[in-house]
């Protein structure tokens, strides 16, 4: 601030500041070229895909391997969809990092199918982190669709009728950052 008033005259300060950080900390947004080197970065993101989206949250707490399949995805493409497990409780304690729940496959199979917008999980990972595989982020991000990891709150959303958004900053060569998600429900 000191210096500000040097080059702006006295009582005219500001501040700025200067981040290091790793760009999976806290909740954040993984795009393709977090998966793949060939895949689209943060400044290929189309926002469509994550600014006020059309939203459902799925509640399917007390599920580790979460599936999903046609009947749960009717009529989603072009929708968020926020997979409520209520594991978001344990952040901060070692619990969080064991066990956690995670979609399979085949729920990244279904929700490709369905044409969603973007998906996203109140847990650790999409995945399970039992072993190094990684077919969820790995199908999802083939087919460009945005994921979503670290969330919380969903327990204060309903099933549907609300939208959703969770955008990065547009950084070349990063394939995944924080974002400052949030749910706008009707009045």
């Not at 400044?43 to 600014?51: E, F, P, Q, S, Y």
Request: a negative charge; aromatic letters at 6%; charged letters at 20%.
């Amino acid at each position: 601030r000191e210096a500000a008033e040097q080059i702006y005259g006295p009582g005219l300060t500001f501040q700025i500041g200067m981040v290091t950080m790793c760009t999976n900390t806290g909740t954040y947004l993984d795009v393709p070229f977090h998966r793949y080197a060939d895949g689209h970065d943060l400044t290929g993101l189309d926002l469509a895909r994550v600014a006020d989206v059309p939203a459902i949250c799925l509640d399917r707490t007390g599920v580790t391997a979460i599936d999903l399949d046609a009947d749960d995805l009717r009529d989603t493409s072009g929708t968020a969809v926020l997979i409520r497990t209520d594991h978001a409780r344990h952040w901060g304690t070692d619990a969080y990092l064991t066990g956690h729940p995670h979609l399979t496959a085949g729920a990244a199979h279904a929700l490709v199918d369905a044409g969603v917008a973007c998906v996203g999980i109140d847990s650790l990972n999409i995945d399970s982190t039992a072993t190094g595989d990684r077919p969820v982020h790995s199908i999802l991000l083939a087919a460009e669709i945005p994921i979503i990891e670290h969330l919380t709150g969903l327990d204060r959303l309903p099933a549907d009728g609300f939208h959703f958004t969770a955008v990065p900053p547009k950084i070349a060569g990063a394939g995944t950052f924080t974002v400052r998600a949030y749910a706008v429900l009707p009045d």
